[in-house]
DNA sequence: CTGCGTGATGTTGTACACAACAATAAAATC
DNA sequence: GATTTTATTGTTGTGTACAACATCACGCAG
């Protein structure tokens, strides 16, 4: 279904889980499935069962069920009865109220309560930078994934106000996922993701540039621009491919 | 304890709770114990116990487990092992960025998909600005905050960007109990209270106005500016009585 | 009288058994 | 042979017993 090239073993599991207070081990299961779901790792439409689940992570299905109720309540899957608990499907449009929100949310992050950067904080971009710059060399979707949502923690935490780091977090996990669902679908894959990572790599040195200067305004500013046109982008791509294979 | 008239009967429980699959039940439950902790029923710092949840709502544990988790995730409870799950005391200083937040959230509800309001919602807004007016003649702290929630309700449906809604409810919900809180400890308790619902009633009236012509940018106008000043308000009548009463 | 340890008590967190429900396959009936 | 009915299997939702943990009271030594 997915034409993401997956591993067979998914990382990160009930290696070094154990340690710390039960809330620690339920936030790190949560990050957890949360990353997978984002990296398609789960496609949409997947269907998650609690006990395989609490098997992997050597817990009762009880945590795990904690785990998943959060999950449904910020609308990454959805538990039916007597079914299975399945990754929600996820389309452009339904998502463009979303794309729209954080748009605006983007360059709130300049305006309040923005924390001047100090140079461990400018450091951390400038070695995403250098990540990105070897990813141009050697494309790769889910590095690019990655990558990506490092970036986004990283311009997350130039804001002190938590309530719009929350939101923003959320909303970001809300769309994430859409990239990777669409463009592994597109015919001409690889020439948009070479593309898109070419665009991705300059927003960053742009953004990048600014951050080093310490103008927050200017980061919002550029995010709002480029998170606008990558869902256009992407918008405009999804529905090209539509019509072509024949609508729907 | 709270200097709030409560009656000994809390409103609305195991009555007609049970119909409706479970998610409804649980959805209901939800329903009912966060407008609890926004109207200060249950005070911050209190203890709720989940067995006695479980016996009023005539369920077992579990469901009251779904339920307060999802308090936790937003915030309103606060889970302890071996102690209890307490209401999260709230203080206005630590509120001054999700006010913020609310502040250009406002804005956008009049940007963002707005819907043109129908003569239904139009009646509606006037039927609670009649309520508010009775208000004015008979002042009630209880009754002030429950207009001023369906007020905020009937303001959030007016736009029809489902994220929007969703985001600025949670902050509504995050922020509301405040007012009730302070003002309930005020030394010119009952004069605040008065010029409070003067204030609120004026800032009805204007925005239905508004709403009645139809031009929502201004309602986002009007409602950003009475936030902002209802926060300063209430922060400056907090600091004053602070210092007061010898600081803390 | 004070400080510390220890047990009793109360509460949330976990695990597990079972109920409710959905889906599929098999079988019976027309 | 097609269709309806029924049985079987699999999954989430619920209830409940128990473990883990915190708190408080009580006793006891200093």
């Not at 998914?10 to 889980?17: E, K, N, T, V, Y």
């Not at 929100?101 to 100090?118: F, N, T």
């Not at 935490?157 to 809300?174: D, G, M």
Request: glycine share 4%.
């Amino acid at each position: 279904m997915t034409a993401i090239p997956t591993l067979g073993r998914l990382p990160a599991a009930d290696g070094a889980i154990q340690s710390g207070g039960s809330r620690e081990r339920i936030e790190r299961i949560y990050a957890v499935l949360r990353k997978r779901i984002c990296l398609l790792d789960y496609a949409p439409g997947e269907r998650l069962r609690e006990e395989t689940l609490a098997d992997e992570f050597d817990v009762s299905r009880t945590p795990i069920r904690r785990v998943l109720a959060r999950l449904e309540d910020e609308g990454l899957v959805r538990s039916v009865h007597g079914v299975g608990t399945i990754v929600t499907d996820i389309d452009i449009d339904a998502l463009e109220q979303v794309y729209q929100l954080r748009v605006e949310l983007a360059e709130l992050i300049g305006k309040l309560s923005p924390v001047r950067p100090d140079a461990q904080k400018i450091a951390a971009f400038q070695t995403l930078l250098a990540r990105c710059e070897t990813l141009v060399a050697t494309p790769d979707a889910r590095k690019f994934a990655e990558i990506n949502m490092d970036f986004f923690h990283l311009l997350n935490s130039l804001t002190a106000n938590e309530p719009l780091r929350a939101i923003s977090e959320l909303l970001y996990y809300q769309t994430t996922r859409i990239w990777l669902k669409t463009a592994s679908r597109l015919e001409s894959y690889q020439a948009v993701l070479n593309a898109e990572i070419t665009i991705f790599h300059r927003e960053m040195a742009d953004i990048v540039a600014a951050v080093e200067i310490g103008d927050l305004e200017v980061v919002g500013h550029i995010r709002r621009a480029h998170i606008s046109m990558s869902f256009l982008r992407l918008r405009d791509s999804a529905h090209a491919d539509a019509t072509r294979t024949g609508d729907d």
